[in-house]
């Protein structure tokens, strides 16, 4: 078993920046890709950022390439998603998640292990 907690969720401007950061404890031993996901009020779930095991392929959504940015550091088991030139529409909830094997990927039905969410709302 995998736990995974997020932090570093907020309230911030438009335009602004805001560091996401994802914690895995357990059975970290094995190899895992990390994804970042989000709900806004009244949508489904969607994909934001995955990056696979060794950091060396990373993914984005159109919606917030060039903007975030997806890291990693296997010594701490933590993964980071740095977002800039923050927009009202990225409000949500954000959701890191663990998946077991090497290899990044955008489908949340492809990931085994959630965590409860941090809440990012940008004021227009």
């Known amino acids: 078993q995998v736990q995974v907690v997020e932090s570093g969720g907020g309230l911030v401007q438009a335009r602004g920046s805001l560091r996401l950061s994802c914690a895995a404890s357990?059975?970290?031993?094995?190899?895992?890709?990390m994804g970042w996901f989000r709900q806004a009020p009244g949508k489904e779930r969607e994909f934001v950022a995955t990056?696979?095991?060794?950091?060396?392929?990373?993914d984005y959504a159109d919606s917030v390439k060039g903007r975030f940015t997806i890291s990693r550091d296997n010594a701490k088991n933590t993964v980071s998603l740095q977002m800039n030139s923050l927009k009202f529409e990225d409000t949500a909830i954000y959701y890191c998640?663990?998946?077991?094997?090497?290899?990044?990927?955008?489908?949340?039905?492809?990931?085994?292990?959630w965590g409860q969410g941090t809440q990012v709302t940008v004021s227009s």
């Open positions: 998640a663990a998946r077991r094997t090497y290899y990044a990927s955008r489908s949340a039905d492809e990931y085994n292990y």
């Open positions: 357990g059975r970290t031993s094995s190899n895992y890709a």
């Open positions: 990056i696979s095991w060794s950091g060396g392929r990373t």
